[in-house]
C-alpha cells in the first residue's frame, strides 16, 4: 500500500506541492493570529469544589469577575502618607470614569514590613476575563505615575496579556534561533544544501498547520496560552527528526541506482513504515494527558495530536513530492564532502558496541547509579501553579507580582475563603447567624489558622440574637452587602492561614476545612490554597491511569514487533530512569537554581504542576521511535545468524549515526526554546533536552547494547503461541 502511495505522490508531484504551498500560506495567516486569541492559561480546575465557589463569589456576592492591580515604587517618598494616596487615587481619575470600571481603592492588606517605598491600588472591573484582556491596553495607556514615582501593573489580566505578548516574541526567537542551527546541523549531517533544507520546510509547516486549525478550534473553545510553545517546540522537533529519516533513505536508495520513481516508493514503502510507527506511538504518548481533567492538558493534547499527525500527513505527501521534483539533485551544493565521508565510517560504533559488552554488568551498574543520582532531586520536587512567575523579571506584570510578595503579607493576598450557602432562608436570620457562628468557632481551633473573617465577626462579639436584630437595619445590612461579605443566601467566610498558600501546610488546612462539621450549612472552600489543591488531586488521580496506559500500550507494541517477552519491558523501564533522570535535571535548575544564571533562566523556586506529566508523555513516545529503530535492525542481524553478541553489535554500527543525528536535531530544536521568555516553555526545553540527550547517549548507545549482551538469549524468548 505504501509502495503504491508512493508513486502516486512521485505522479502528481507537482499538484501536491502547489496544493501544500496554498495550505500553508493559508494556515500561517491564521497561525499568527492564534496567541490574541488564547485568554486562558487552562489551570482553572473547572467543576471542582473551588470552581464552584469562586463562581458563587462572582454570581451571588458581586465579587468582580476580573481586576487589574497597580502597584506604585518610589525612591524618596512616603508612599504609605497621605499624600501619597491622594495622589495616587487622583492618578486614577480616567481610569474611574470607564463605565467598566466597578471601584478602584487602595490595598488594604496588611504588610510584611515596614516598607513605604511600595503601595497599591485595585481596580475592579465588571468585565469577563476574555473582555477584560481587549480592554487591558486601553486601561493600561490611562494608567501615569505621580510625579517620583514608578507604576508596575499587575493582576491576572495584566499577566495573560504580558504572556500573549511573550508567547509571540517566543514563536518568533524559537524559529530565529532553532531553524538556522537546525538547518547547519543538517547541512553537517547530510554534506549537501538540498538535503538539508527539505527537513526544515516540513517542520515549519507541520507547526504552521497546527496553529492554523487550532485558530479556528480557539474561535469557539477556549484553548490554553501555553500550547502554542509547545506546538512549536514538538513540531519542529518531530517534524525534523521524520524528515531527516526519509531523505536519508532516499539518498540511500538513489545511491542503488534506483529510478527516482522507484526510489520515492521504496523509500516511502521502508521509512514511511517507520514513520507511521512512530507518529502512532507518539500520539499515545499525546493522549496520556487526557486522563489529566484540566484545560492546559487537553490543550496540550490537542496541539500535540495535531502536529504529530501534521508531520506524519507532510512527509507522506510534500516531501515525497518534493524528493520526486528534486531527484539526484538532491545531492547538488556538497558542503563538506571530507566530513560525510568521516561519518560514513561504522568502525568507531563497532568498537563502542564491542567495548560496552566486554564489561556488562560494570557498565549497566555505572550508568544506572548516574542516572539514579540524576533522578533523587525529584524527591524533592515541589510543584506549583504558574502565575505572573512564568514571565522574567523585565515584563511589567512580573516586576509588579514580586513587589507585592515583599511588601504584604502573601496570606493576607491570598486567603482560603469558605462561601457558605443556607438550606433556606437568607444569612440575616438568627438560625443561619448561629450556624455561621457554630462553624467558625469550629474552624478557628484547626491547626494551622491564624485568623477568621465573616460578616458576623465583623458586627463584633454578639449573640445570634443580637446579631439578627442588628440586621435588621437597612443601612448596615447594604454596608456588610458592600462590603461582599454576605448576601441572599450566601456568605463568605475568610480563612487566613499560617503558612503561604503554595504550602503543603496549607492544602491540608484545606482539606480539613472541607471535612468540618458545617451543621445545615452548604460550604465550598475556595481560593488560591484549594485551587492549587484541586488541580494537584486531578492530577495525583489521572496520573496513575495514565501512566498506565502509556506504558502498557507501549509494551504491547513492541511485543508485537519484537515477538519478545523481556526487551519490551527494558525499553519500558529504560524509558523511566531517562525521564526521571530528565526531571531531575529540571528541579536542579527551575526550583534549585543551580546554572540558572548561566542558561538566563530566573529560578521560579518550584516546576510547574504540568511539567511532569507533559514531559512524560512526550518523551516517552520519542524515546520509543530510538528504540524500535535499534532494536528492530538488531534483530533482523540476530535472525540472519542467531549471535546475539554480534547482532548487537551490527544494530548499533548500522543505526547509531542515525540515531545520534535525529537526536542532535531534537536536541538542537527544543534546546533553543531555553533562551525564551515563558518559563514553562524554557523548563519544557531544559526536559526534553535532557531526556533526549540522556536517551540517545547513555541509555541508547551504552546501556542498552550493555543489557543486550547480559540477557543473551533471553532477550528473544516468547511462548510458542506468539512466535
Not at 504609605?80 to 470600571?101: C, F, G, Q
Not at 530512569?577 to 526550583?591: D, E, K, R, T, W
Amino acid at each position: 500500500m505504501l509502495w503504491r502511495w508512493g508513486l502516486i505522490v512521485h505522479r502528481l508531484r507537482w499538484m501536491v506541492v502547489a496544493i501544500s504551498v496554498v495550505i500553508f500560506l493559508l494556515m500561517g495567516t491564521y497561525a499568527r493570529q492564534l496567541p490574541g486569541l488564547l485568554k486562558d492559561n487552562g489551570f482553572e480546575p473547572r467543576g471542582s469544589e473551588s470552581s464552584r465557589g469562586l463562581n458563587l463569589l462572582e454570581n451571588e456576592l458581586g465579587v468582580p469577575p476580573s481586576s487589574v492591580t497597580v502597584v506604585y515604587e518610589s525612591n524618596s517618598l512616603n508612599l504609605t502618607s497621605l499624600a501619597s494616596r491622594n495622589n495616587i487615587m487622583s492618578s486614577l481619575e480616567a481610569v474611574k470614569k470607564l463605565p467598566y470600571v466597578k471601584q478602584v481603592s487602595m490595598n488594604k492588606t496588611k504588610r510584611l514590613n515596614n516598607r513605604t517605598d511600595v503601595q497599591s491600588a485595585e481596580i475592579e472591573l465588571n468585565l469577563n476575563k476574555s473582555d477584560a484582556l481587549a480592554r487591558y491596553p486601553h486601561i493600561r495607556n490611562l494608567i501615569h505615575a505621580p510625579s517620583g514615582m514608578k507604576v508596575y501593573v499587575n493582576g491576572p489580566t495584566a499577566t495573560l496579556y504580558d504572556i500573549q505578548k511573550a508567547t509571540k516574541k517566543d514563536l518568533s526567537k524559537s524559529e530565529i534561533l532553532g531553524l538556522p542551527i537546525a538547518l547547519v546541523v543538517l547541512v553537517l549531517i547530510f554534506g549537501s544544501l538540498w538535503a538539508a533544507i527539505l527537513p526544515v520546510i516540513v517542520g515549519v509547516m507541520s507547526v504552521a498547520c497546527t496553529l492554523g486549525i487550532a485558530y479556528f478550534i480557539a474561535l469557539k473553545y477556549s484553548l490554553s496560552n501555553f500550547m502554542p510553545n509547545m506546538v512549536t517546540m514538538v513540531g519542529l522537533a518531530i517534524g525534523i527528526d521524520y524528515a531527516l529519516f526519509v531523505v536519508s533513505r532516499f539518498r540511500e536508495e538513489l545511491a542503488r541506482q534506483r529510478a527516482v520513481s522507484t526510489a520515492v516508493a521504496r523509500t516511502c514503502q521502508m521509512a514511511g513504515k517507520s514513520i507511521l510507527f512512530s507518529g502512532f506511538a507518539v500520539l499515545i504518548g499525546m493522549l496520556g494527558m487526557l486522563f489529566i481533567d484540566l484545560p492546559v492538558m487537553r490543550a496540550l493534547c490537542l496541539g500535540g495530536v495535531l502536529v504529530v499527525f501534521s508531520s506524519v500527513l507532510l512527509s507522506h505527501t510534500l516531501l515525497l513530492a518534493l524528493l520526486g521534483i528534486l531527484g539526484h539533485q538532491i545531492n547538488r551544493f556538497a558542503v563538506l564532502p571530507s566530513l560525510r565521508k568521516k561519518r560514513g565510517n561504522t568502525a568507531a560504533w563497532e568498537r563502542i558496541a564491542f567495548t560496552v559488552m566486554k564489561k556488562p554488568v560494570a557498565v549497566v551498574l555505572l550508568m544506572s547509579g548516574l542516572l539514579v543520582l540524576l533522578m533523587l532531586p525529584v524527591g524533592g520536587m515541589k510543584l506549583g501553579v504558574p502565575s505572573a512567575e512564568v514571565l522574567p523579571p523585565t515584563y511589567e506584570s512580573r516586576q509588579g507580582s514580586d513587589l507585592l510578595k515583599e511588601t504584604y503579607d502573601e496570606r493576607e493576598l491570598n486567603p482560603i475563603q469558605a462561601v457558605v450557602q443556607t438550606d433556606g432562608g437568607t444569612v440575616w436570620q438568627e438560625r443561619t447567624i448561629r450556624d455561621i457562628r457554630a462553624f467558625t468557632d469550629t474552624i478557628s481551633g484547626l491547626a494551622g489558622v491564624k485568623r477568621v473573617e465573616s460578616y458576623v465577626t465583623v458586627l463584633g462579639d454578639h449573640t445570634p440574637e443580637q446579631t439578627a436584630l442588628m440586621l435588621q437595619n437597612g443601612g448596615l445590612r447594604q454596608r456588610v452587602e458592600n462590603l461582599r461579605l454576605a448576601k441572599g443566601s450566601t456568605a463568605v467566610i475568610t480563612v487566613v492561614p499560617r503558612s503561604t498558600p503554595d504550602s503543603k501546610q496549607a492544602s491540608d488546612l484545606v482539606r480539613q476545612l472541607r471535612k468540618a462539621d458545617s451543621g445545615s450549612l452548604k460550604v465550598s472552600i475556595t481560593g488560591m490554597s484549594a485551587s492549587r489543591m484541586d488541580i494537584m488531586d486531578r492530577i495525583n488521580r489521572g496520573l496513575p491511569a495514565m501512566v498506565g496506559f502509556v506504558m502498557a500500550i507501549t509494551y504491547f507494541i513492541l511485543f508485537a514487533a519484537f515477538r519478545s517477552v523481556l526487551l519490551p519491558l527494558k525499553a519500558v523501564l529504560m524509558n523511566v530512569l531517562s525521564l526521571g533522570a530528565s526531571l531531575g535535571v529540571v528541579v536542579i535548575v527551575f526550583q534549585k537554581g543551580l546554572l540558572a544564571h548561566l542558561l538566563h533562566i530566573t529560578s521560579i523556586g518550584y516546576v510547574s504542576i504540568v511539567l511532569p506529566v507533559t514531559i512524560f508523555c512526550v518523551v516517552f513516545g520519542i524515546s520509543m521511535d530510538y528504540e524500535v529503530f535499534l532494536i528492530s535492525r538488531i534483530k533482523e542481524e540476530y535472525e540472519k545468524t542467531g549471535d546475539n553478541e554480534k547482532s548487537t553489535a551490527v544494530g548499533l554500527t548500522k543505526t547509531g549515526g542515525l540515531i545520534t543525528s535525529a537526536a542532535l536535531i531534537l536536541i538542537v530544536v527544543v534546546g533553543s526554546f531555553v533562551f525564551t521568555d515563558i518559563e514553562i516553555t524554557k523548563a519544557l526545553g531544559v526536559g526534553l533536552f535532557s531526556a533526549i540527550f540522556i536517551d540517545a547517549t547513555f541509555i541508547r548507545v551504552i546501556v542498552v547494547p550493555a543489557l543486550m549482551k547480559l540477557m543473551g538469549r533471553a532477550n528473544w524468548w516468547a511462548p510458542a503461541w506468539v512466535k
